[in-house]
């Protein structure tokens, strides 16, 4: 039974974002995010075809990928709240990492990527919390002259 698999429950699943782009970077965590999702994890494919063979075929092409969250919203200092409202507003980029539990565990896992905030939205409800829905896009980001791709982060 030791052995046997578990389901893992979304609640137990960490969400995190760094404001600095690096090697190294100081991970923050998002503990108010609301059913973190992972929309569009996919890629193109590319049709070759010749007159070589009768058939088409298909080749990787461009990979995409955005993260979408919900905030519960708290009056007073709010420090994430403030750096992904920056993000919307000031095209801030961030160090985003959805991972499967605490970044500082070896063994959690998940995708890491840099994205801007690009799109924000305000929802009120009469008898629920003040929340907020954000949508992160990947962007382009340099550490010197390398560029940071996402990549499925395994902490060792």
Known sequence: MANEAIAQVGKDCK????????????????????????????????????????????????????????????NGTDNVFDALKDSF????????AAMGGPIATVGSEGFRFVGIVSGMSETQELEGARTFEFTVSLTRAL??????????????
Not at 17 to 43: C, F, G, R
Not at 89 to 96: G, V, W
């Open 143 to 156: 550490v010197g002259t390398a560029l940071i791709e996402p990549d499925w982060f395994v902490v060792s």
């Open 15 to 74: 969400l995190y974002y760094a404001a600095d782009i690096d090697a190294s970077p100081t991970w923050t965590l998002i503990s108010q995010a609301i059913n973190v999702s992972l929309p569009d994890i996919s890629k193109t494919m590319v049709e070759i075809m010749s007159r070589e063979s009768t058939w088409k075929t298909n080749e990787s092409g461009l990979k995409s990928l955005s993260l979408s969250f919900g905030y519960l919203y708290k």
């Open 89 to 96: 507003i000031a095209d801030t980029k961030l160090y985003f």
